[in-house]
C-alpha cells in the first residue's frame, strides 16, 4: 500500500497535478479508512463532507491498494465526470496508467441487429423517424470501433423515443453470441474492454438492473471479484424499492418475436406443441395490447383466458430449454409474471402500475415485496471490500436508517470532519413568515425574492426546486424581470452548466437532478436558494414500498423513513454552495416548516453549523459584501 500522507500532503503527488490543489485533513482520513478496509477485505459506510474530494480518496485508496475497482455512482453524468476528469488525475498522482471503462444501460447503444429489423419496416416510423433512422445507419458502421454506439455521441439529429426504442435493446432481450449481428455489436466489443480494465465504472441504475434481471450476472460478469466503492449511496434505498422489488414488466412481449425467428427452429426438434403454446400466449397479448395500455389494472383483474395460456408457457418450459437454452431469460421473465400477477390478483395486494416510457406496456410492482432479502443477496454476490459513501448518509449523526433500509447493520460507519469553515463562509436565511407550501401567493413570494437575490448577487444564484411544476411557473413569472434566466430542461445539463459559468451573472432554475453532482466554480455561485423542503408525497408509493420492506407501522413511517430521506435530499442541495476553501455564500430555504414543525430543528441540525438569519436585510447585506 503506497504512503497515502505523500501524495495528500502540502507538497504531495496531487499537488504537481492540480495546480490549485490544497490538502485536506477529510480528504485524506477518507482514503486511509478506504484502503484499510480495502487491506483487511472488508467494508463500510463514509459520510464524506461537501468538497472533500472524495472521488480522488476513493479512487487513490482503491488502486494504491493494487485492487481492480467496480465504482457505482448516481447519474451517467458523474459517470463522464470520472471517466474524463478525476481518472486521469488520479493516474497522473500514482505514476502510472490506469484504463478504465464506462458502461451504461443497454438502451445508451444503438443494436445493430435491432437496427436492422427497424430498415425492414421504415413504413412504422414518420417520415423524419425515417431520415433519422438511415443517418444512424451510417453513423453506425462508420464509427462503432471506436465509439461502441454511443448514442450519446450521435449529433446528426434528435432521436425520437418511438425510434430509439427500436434501434436499441435491453439485457433480457439481448441474445449474445447466437445474434447475427454479434460481431458487429459494438456494445459487446465495449463489454469485453471493461472486463479487463483497472476500474469499471458504471451507474446504479445498471447495477441494480442487472442483478434484478439475473443474480448470478454479479458473478458471471467477473463483478464479484473488484472492490467496490459505492458513490452517492443515499440513493440506493429509494431506487432499490424501484428495482429489487417483486415485479413484472410486459416488455418481453415486444422482442419476443424477433427471439423466436432467430433463435429457434422448430424443424430441428419435435416440440411443436410447446412452440405454439408461446405463440399463442405473444399473438394473445399483443391482440389485448389496447386494452392494456388504456387500464392496465382492469385488465389485470379481467385477465383470465391468457393467464391459463401463461401458466401453459412456463409448465412447457422444461422440455423448450432443453432443445434452446438460450431462451432462459425469457424463461425469467414468464415465471417472474406468473408469480408477481399471481400475487397481484388478490383483494388484499396492494399494487402499483407504471407505464412505459414508450407507453406499450405496463410494469406492475407490489408495495409489500421485500427488497430488504435482495439486498442482503446483492451483498453476497458481491465483493466484501465494498465501501458506500456519499455527503449524506446520516440523519444528524445516526447511520441507522440507512444501515437498516440497505440490510448492512453490521458494517462499520465513520462521519468525517467538515472540510470547510460554514461559521466564516456561510450564512442561513429563512423566514418563518414565508407563505405556506400550499400558499397560492407562493410563486409570486419566491419571484420577488429571487429577483432581489439576483440583484444582490450580481446573478450568480442557484434556485433548486422540488418539483418542475413550481420550477416551470417561477420561470414564466421570471421572464421579463430582465434577469438572465436559465432552466433546466433548456440545454442538455452540461451545456446549461457551461452557459452558467461563461455567462456569469446568471439565475439557474433546476429541479432534483441539480441537487448533487453538479460543481459551480466558486466565482459563479454566491448564493444558493431551496424552494421547499424535500419531502416526499405522503402518498408516493415509494414510502409504502420501504414501509412494507422495513415492517414499519404507519406511525414510525414519518420518523424512519420520511425523514432521514428529507435529511439526505437537503444535505445535497445545501452543499452545492460551497466547494471550495475560501469560497463564501448564503443559502435560502424558502419553506416556513424549518422554523415552526418540531422536525424543523432536525432538518437544520443535518446542514453544516453556519450562522443563521431571519433577516432579508441582512442576508442582502452579506450577499453585497461578497462582490
Not at 400558499?439 to 444582490?456: F, H, N, Q
Request: with cysteine.
Amino acid at each position: 500500500m503506497l504512503e497515502l500522507e505523500g501524495i495528500f500532503g502540502d507538497s504531495g503527488a496531487i499537488s504537481k497535478v492540480l495546480p490549485r490543489y490544497w490538502p485536506r485533513e477529510s480528504q485524506l482520513a477518507c482514503a486511509q479508512q478506504i484502503a484499510q478496509w480495502f487491506a483487511d477485505n472488508r467494508g463500510g459506510l463514509i459520510e464524506a463532507p461537501t468538497g472533500c474530494g472524495k472521488s480522488l480518496a476513493y479512487l487513490i485508496a482503491g488502486l494504491s491498494c493494487n485492487e481492480r475497482l467496480l465504482v457505482v455512482t448516481a447519474t451517467k453524468a458523474l459517470q463522464q465526470q470520472l471517466l474524463n476528469q478525476d481518472i486521469p488525475i488520479a493516474s497522473q498522482a500514482l505514476q502510472r496508467p490506469i484504463s478504465a471503462v464506462a458502461l451504461k444501460g443497454r438502451r445508451n447503444y444503438l443494436c445493430p441487429q435491432a437496427l436492422v429489423r427497424a430498415q425492414s419496416t421504415p413504413q412504422a416510423f414518420s417520415e423524419s423517424s425515417q431520415q433519422v433512422l438511415w443517418q444512424l445507419d451510417h453513423w453506425y458502421f462508420q464509427n462503432y470501433r471506436d465509439n461502441w454506439g454511443d448514442l450519446e455521441l450521435f449529433r446528426a439529429a434528435n432521436i425520437p423515443t418511438e425510434l430509439r426504442r427500436s434501434v436499441t435493446t435491453s439485457h433480457q432481450a439481448c441474445t449474445g453470441a447466437k445474434c447475427p449481428k454479434f460481431s458487429e455489436c459494438g456494445y459487446q466489443r465495449l463489454q469485453e474492454s471493461a472486463d479487463s480494465a483497472d476500474v469499471l465504472v458504471v451507474n446504479q441504475h445498471w447495477l441494480l438492473s442487472l442483478f434484478a434481471a439475473n443474480p448470478k450476472a454479479i458473478a458471471e460478469s467477473g463483478l464479484s471479484e473488484r472492490a467496490v466503492i459505492l458513490d452517492e449511496a443515499h440513493r440506493l434505498p429509494s431506487l432499490g424499492w424501484q428495482l429489487l422489488s417483486q415485479q413484472s414488466y410486459l416488455g418481453w412481449v415486444s422482442y419476443w418475436p424477433d427471439w423466436l425467428t432467430e433463435l429457434v427452429d422448430i424443424n430441428q426438434v419435435g416440440l411443436n406443441e410447446q412452440y405454439q403454446a408461446l405463440q399463442q400466449l405473444a399473438t394473445t397479448l399483443v391482440e389485448q395490447q389496447p386494452q392494456i395500455q388504456e387500464s392496465p389494472l382492469d385488465w389485470l383483474n379481467r385477465a383470465t383466458g391468457w393467464f391459463g395460456q401463461l401458466m401453459a408457457v412456463n409448465r412447457a418450459w422444461p422440455e423448450l430449454l432443453t432443445a434452446w437454452p438460450e431462451l432462459e431469460p425469457l424463461a425469467q421473465q414468464t415465471h417472474m409474471t406468473q408469480l408477481t400477477l399471481e400475487c397481484a390478483m388478490s383483494p388484499e395486494q396492494v399494487i402499483t402500475v407504471q407505464v412505459s416510457s414508450d407507453g406499450a406496456w405496463p410494469l406492475y410492482r407490489l408495495v409489500d415485496s421485500t427488497p430488504k432479502v435482495r439486498w442482503q443477496q446483492l451483498w453476497q454476490a458481491l465483493s466484501d471490500a465494498k465501501v458506500l459513501i456519499s455527503a449524506s448518509l446520516a440523519a444528524g449523526e445516526d447511520f441507522g436508517p440507512i444501515k437498516t433500509a440497505l440490510s448492512l447493520e453490521e458494517l462499520p460507519s465513520q462521519q468525517l470532519a467538515l472540510s470547510f469553515n460554514y461559521q466564516e463562509q456561510a450564512l442561513l436565511l429563512y423566514e418563518s413568515s414565508a407563505p405556506d407550501i400550499s400558499d397560492t401567493r407562493r410563486v409570486g413570494y419566491l419571484t420577488e425574492l429571487i429577483e432581489s437575490l439576483a440583484c444582490a448577487a450580481q446573478g450568480r444564484t442557484l434556485a433548486l426546486f422540488t418539483s418542475l411544476d413550481a420550477m416551470k411557473q417561477v420561470a414564466t413569472a421570471l421572464h421579463n424581470s430582465g434577469l438572465n434566466v436559465l432552466v433546466q430542461g433548456q440545454f442538455p445539463p452540461q451545456q446549461l452548466l457551461q452557459r452558467f459559468r461563461l455567462l456569469g451573472n446568471c439565475v439557474l432554475l433546476a429541479s432534483r437532478t441539480f441537487w448533487q453532482g453538479i460543481d459551480l466554480d466558486p466565482g459563479n455561485l454566491r448564493c444558493t436558494l431551496i424552494d421547499k423542503l424535500p419531502f416526499l408525497p405522503p402518498d408516493a408509493p415509494e414510502l409504502s414500498g420501504l414501509q412494507a420492506s422495513l415492517g414499519l407501522p404507519d406511525s414510525q413511517v414519518f420518523e424512519q423513513i420520511a425523514l432521514p430521506l428529507a435529511c439526505w435530499e437537503l444535505k445535497q442541495g445545501a452543499g452545492r454552495l460551497i466547494r471550495r476553501e475560501k469560497q463564501r455564500g448564503l443559502l435560502v430555504i424558502c419553506d416556513p416548516r424549518i422554523h415552526n414543525r418540531d422536525y424543523g430543528q432536525k432538518l437544520l441540525t443535518s446542514l453544516p453549523p453556519m450562522p443563521r438569519t431571519q433577516n432579508r436585510d441582512q442576508a442582502f447585506a452579506f450577499l453585497r459584501e461578497l462582490q
